[in-house]
């Protein structure tokens, strides 16, 4: 019979695999029903898709770069980053569930761009938000993990930090 923490674990492993699945599927229907540099307006000029192959990083970030360089880089290193994430949500078992689910997040998206980065040889962002005072480059749904799984653990920080606030005036208030 299964315990509690291989239970909890795979739960955090679906979220990987659905982040995951989710970006992969994306960019499979982009990469079959859009042309590169396509523009397809979805919201008048403000959600356009339109497909690109990025070989860089955040915004092609890194794109210039030798080969050598751009796959120690942008693969090797993210590998690495994305199995230690997976280590320490395993052997840090009494994490908050909130930064659980933020590290799943991040890793979701991370495993799907380096996927694309393995099989393809780049990225494949399709996604464009010009709304005025905000305005995006051209990104995916892994960037999208990325981005919530980043917003989640700073919300995870900023309640924490406040539960010590808190716990700190009361301490005080009590003397």
């Not at 909130?98 to 799943?104: A, H, N, T, W």
């Not at 890793?107 to 099989?119: A, E, H, K, L, M």
């Not at 799984?149 to 009590?174: C, D, T, V």
Request: aromatic residues 10%; charged residues 15%; proline residues 2%.
């Amino acid at each position: 019979m299964p315990n509690k923490t291989s239970i909890k674990f795979a739960f955090l492993l679906i979220i990987v695999a659905l982040n995951l699945g989710c970006d992969q599927f994306s960019k499979v229907i982009a990469r079959k029903n859009i042309e590169t540099y396509e523009q397809i307006t979805i919201i008048k000029d403000r959600f356009i898709l339109t497909k690109v192959e990025n070989t860089g990083a955040f915004l092609s970030a890194g794109s210039n770069l030798p080969e050598f360089v751009r796959i120690a880089v942008l693969t090797v290193l993210p590998i690495l980053v994305l199995s230690y994430g997976l280590w320490f949500l395993y052997s840090n078992k009494h994490l908050p569930r909130l930064m659980q689910i933020g590290i799943c997040f991040l890793i979701g998206g991370g495993i799907g761009n380096i996927y694309d980065r393995i099989v393809y040889g780049s990225v494949t962002d399709f996604l464009f938000m010009d709304f005025v005072l905000f305005r995006t480059g051209i990104f995916n749904l892994a960037d999208v993990s990325i981005m919530i799984g980043i917003g989640l653990l700073l919300l995870q920080n900023l309640m924490a930090s406040r539960i010590k606030k808190q716990e700190a005036e009361q301490e005080e208030a009590s003397i």
